[in-house]
């Protein structure tokens, strides 16, 4: 798991664009690709080969140029509380703000990296003007210009330098269960009903960073861990509803666990907020199990679940192989099943398929239906194998690699998927040249 990277400062400072140089570009492209709308605030990001997360606080304010000074405050908090590094971003161009002193103070109090990065510092007069933020007391000014790039090298090199270190993962072979969402979907209210009265704690693993912890459970004849960090269990609930505090309060859990039960309130829908989170899981990779919680408020006709569940899917396109449980923490229907599924979905996402079964599968179905030509090369995939790595992911060798288009490698995706069962797992595919 990475560490987590935070930008802060008031609006249009230049956080975004600043997020937008550091993440990769691949991630950006395949977006691109997919079509698909996103959450854009978030992202994976490596320097001098350390990876880490990064989260744009300020994408999370909607009509940032009104933004209340108290909300930026409360996500600054927040991030203090959530992130391993703070970025804080201030803007040369406007010179020292209320508002970034203000920022400052906060952060001087956390005992957390701190860089202070001075943005828009695009010529040698800004560099002058820049010294002016030294006055806010948070050591060595990073002077940057996020929209020509420079300045961001020395920025990253600091900055990785002072990540954590990726500690070995300590691996007792259970599955580990996060459970996400947003603001009062029931998350709580559905890990009472699964480990209640009777609970029934194990022991206290600590976990593979400073503050993440996994718990262990036997519950319903299943041992799993369930993923919490410190700083969750520390703080009060946050009730205001805020894409910001679900997506701050979600990355750690997410990158830590092994699968996602992502809490739905089945009396708001399935909404942008709850996508979003569903695409942190998959983008790391994570088994995914959707649970509609609340549902025994909702008035149930005929088709009721039916449709709830056909939205849900429309939504998650493409990738749609996943479970959804309807349950309801408050009488506990189907809390059994939903994690009783979570364990089927961390049992697909370790399956490895012998090579020659996959080819034997794999092969005649592209024999059948290969590539399409492109200007009148004809694509030729002679080979498949499943990679040894951590979570599915296949190398399909051809002649002409590059050839292969996405359209194609949803194809493949969706023949993989129905003849083996990578349900609620997000796969990886790769065309390489033989
Ligand atoms: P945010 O609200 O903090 O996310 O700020 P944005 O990233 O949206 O940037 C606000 C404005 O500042 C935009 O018009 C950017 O083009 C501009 N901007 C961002 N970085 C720089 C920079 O390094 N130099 C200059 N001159 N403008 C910048
Ligand atoms: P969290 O913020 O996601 O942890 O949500 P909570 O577990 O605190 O639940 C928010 C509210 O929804 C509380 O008032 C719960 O009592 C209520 N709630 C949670 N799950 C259910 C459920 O399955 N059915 C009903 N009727 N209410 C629920």
């Known amino acids: 798991m990475s560490a987590i990277v935070a930008i802060v400062g008031r609006p249009n400072v230049g956080k975004s664009t600043l997020f937008n140089r550091l993440i990769k570009r691949r991630e950006a492209i395949v977006d691109a690709v997919s079509g698909v ?20 606080t300020g994408g999370y304010v909607v009509g940032s140029d009104d933004i209340f000074e108290k909300e930026i405050d409360k996500q600054v908090e927040l991030a203090i509380d959530e992130a391993d590094v703070i970025v804080f971003v201030v803007d040369v161009e406007t010179g020292l703000t209320g508002m970034d002193e203000d920022v400052a103070q906060l952060l001087r109090q956390a005992k957390k990296p701190i860089f202070l990065a001075v943005n828009k510092v695009d010529n040698a007069q800004r560099q002058a003007d820049a010294v002016e933020f030294y006055s806010l007391g948070l050591g060595e000014l990073y002077n940057i210009s996020s929209i020509n790039g420079s300045g961001t090298g020395e920025l990253l090199d ?12 300590e691996d007792d072979g259970l599955p580990r269960f996060a459970v996400v969402g947003r603001p009062n979907a029931g998350k709580s209210s559905f890990i009472n009903a699964l480990i209640g009265e009777e609970r029934n704690i194990v ?16 519950r319903f004849g299943f041992e799993f861990n369930l993923v919490d960090t410190a700083g969750i269990r520390r703080k009060a609930k946050v009730k205001e509803d805020l894409e910001f505090y679900s997506v701050m309060r979600s990355v750690r859990a997410i990158e830590h666990s092994d699968v996602c039960l992502l809490v739905v309130d089945a009396t708001r829908g399935f909404e942008g907020q709850d996508l979003n989170i569903f695409w942190l899981a998959e983008r790391n990779k994570k088994g995914i199990v959707i649970l509609v919680n609340k549902w025994d408020l909702v008035e149930k006709e005929t088709n009721t679940t039916k449709a709830f569940e056909e939205n849900i899917r429309k939504q998650i396109e493409p990738f749609t192989d996943v479970p959804i449980v309807f349950i309801s923490s408050l ?22 398929i012998p090579t020659h079964k996959l080819n034997d599968t794999m092969l005649p179905i592209i024999e059948h239906t290969p590539p399409p030509s492109i200007k009148g090369k004809y694509v030729k995939i002679k080979f498949c194998t499943q990679l040894p790595t951590p979570t599915p992911q296949f190398a399909f060798f051809a002649n002409l690699p590059q050839y292969v288009k996405d359209p194609y490698r949803r194809f493949i995706e969706n023949k993989l998927r129905k003849e083996f069962d990578f349900h609620g797992v997000p796969i990886q595919i790769y065309f390489r040249k033989k």
Do not use: C, M
């Not at 709308?37 to 744009?56: A, C, P, Q, V």
């Not at 990785?160 to 070995?168: D, G, I, R």
């Open 203 to 218: 022991t206290d693993i600590a976990g593979t960073t400073r503050d993440s912890i996994d718990t262990k459970y036997n």
């Open 331 to 352: 009488t506990k229907q189907r809390v059994y099943k939903a994690i009783e599924t979570a364990v089927e979905i961390f049992n697909n996402r370790s399956v490895r």
């Open 37 to 56: 709308t996103r959450d854009r605030h978030y992202g994976k990001s490596d320097w001098n080969g350390k990876e880490f997360s990064l989260i744009d």
């Open 158 to 169: 600091a900055l990785v330098e002072s990540l954590p270190e990726k500690e070995e993962k």
